[in-house]
């Protein structure tokens, strides 16, 4: 059809381009003629300016994701792509006969959370996790971090709209692995891990992916909670904020949600798994808290060379790791921080940790005087400056955060 109007090949492959994207233009309606009526011509400009911010946003994650090289943005581009694409309406795979059991409980759990979010919670959860997308594989992507060995200072990449990331995504293994190697090489310490959601900040409507219904219960509300309170509320360049206000929101709003009526009652054993997690994440918090002081201690110290920071640091690792295992990991009750020792210890790691526990007990502070989670999220979203530290709201200036 491109080659039989010459003049008219450019829209025509545009309309091929956008139509990858799941829109479509009606041939009937010209671009820059008099055809189709005024109406008809208003109705594609809006769709085509959907489909190029679309686009353009596909863009700008893939490059958040794997980084500038065009290959490497070509092929999570289509990955992303196959993910949004292969969306399922969650009401029509719970229906579905062929569903396992196990998926459709949990499903109906997403949608209560979901709906929790939104009516309980008021937060803006947009469209997603109104859908379901399975995967054919275990994992969603493959998350890369580095940091220096002599401090704790994470490498950032800058990306367009979402400004800079501590963290690179591949969603293919040897090219993690590569690129993982090749930091180790320039003399970072590197931290390479699994991870099963992503959140396109509200853009789209994000499908709950199969990789997240592998967790149990408690994993899949507190997933999709954390996942929504990113639609809810992104600072531009200021990661460990976001991901600690949405850590937060989903471990607070999960206990929440499995322990009041009417669907829940503080009886119920999820109620008390929720209670036992958040437990064990505030005893973790306070192994991990004085940890990173006593780490920072060494960095600071003026008198060691490079070679005998890392010299202490390792001394450091070894009697913490002694400690966490003698006296922390016996009085867990869940399973969520046993792993800690299993994961080689360097300051990539540790700040991966950082990331999603920063000045949590601040958090739990200002809610007490904010009366409820609900009132707590109006409060920082009403008061929140894109052009301060968010940190400031919960008082003095403590975080490590990124610079644009």
């Not at 208003?42 to 679309?54: A, D, H, L, V, Y």
């Not at 400004?163 to 293919?172: L, Q």
């Not at 890392?310 to 001394?315: E, G, L």
């Not at 958090?363 to 609900?374: H, P």
Request: proline share 4%.
């Amino acid at each position: 059809m491109c080659k039989q109007i010459r003049d008219q090949r450019p829209i025509c492959h545009l309309r091929k381009l956008l139509g990858k994207f799941g829109c479509t233009v009606h041939p009937e309606v010209g671009w820059g003629d008099n055809s189709g009526n005024k109406e008809d011509l208003k109705s594609m400009n809006e769709k085509i300016s959907r489909c190029f911010t679309q686009m353009f946003f596909y863009l700008a994650l893939s490059l958040a994701i794997t980084g500038c090289s065009p290959s490497y943005v070509m092929k999570a581009g289509l990955a992303e792509l196959k993910i949004l694409r292969s969306r399922r309406p969650i009401p029509e795979v719970i229906l579905d006969t062929a569903t396992p059991d196990k998926i459709r409980a949990k499903l109906l759990l997403v949608s209560g959370a979901r709906k929790f979010a939104s009516e309980t919670l008021a937060m803006d959860v947009g469209t997603s996790y109104t859908t379901f997308t399975q995967l054919d594989r275990d994992t969603l992507a493959l998350v890369l971090s580095a940091s220096p060995k002599d401090k704790l200072e994470p490498k950032t990449w800058w990306f367009p709209i979402v400004g800079r990331f501590p963290y690179r995504g591949f969603f293919d293994e040897d090219e993690a692995l590569a690129e993982q190697n090749k930091l180790k090489e320039e003399g970072f310490d590197t931290y390479l891990r699994p991870t099963s959601a992503f959140s396109t900040l509200g853009w789209f409507s994000d499908p709950i992916l199969s990789t997240v219904l592998s967790q149990n219960e408690i994993g899949v509300v507190e997933t999709v909670l954390h996942e929504l309170s990113h639609n809810h509320l992104f600072v531009k360049s200021q990661i460990n904020f976001n991901e600690s206000f949405a850590t937060f929101v989903g471990r607070t709003g999960t206990i929440e949600f499995f322990c009041k009526p009417p669907d829940f009652s503080p009886e119920n054993v999820l109620c008390q798994q929720a209670q036992a997690r958040l437990r064990d994440q505030k005893q973790f918090e306070a192994f991990f808290s004085r940890l990173i002081g006593d780490l920072q201690m060494i960095y600071q110290n003026d008198d060691f060379s490079y070679s005998e920071k890392i010299i202490q640091r390792s001394k450091l690792f070894d009697q913490s790791l002694k400690y966490f295992t003698e006296k922390v990991q016996p009085s867990l009750r869940a399973i969520s921080y046993q792993n800690f020792r299993t994961i080689p210890i360097n300051n990539a790691t540790l700040l991966a940790q950082m990331r999603y526990h920063t000045r949590l007990a601040e958090f739990d502070d200002l809610m007490e005087e904010q009366g409820s989670l609900r009132a707590t999220i109006a409060y920082i979203k009403r008061n929140l400056d894109s052009e301060k530290d968010a940190f400031s709201l919960l008082g003095k200036e403590t975080s490590i955060e990124i610079d644009e």
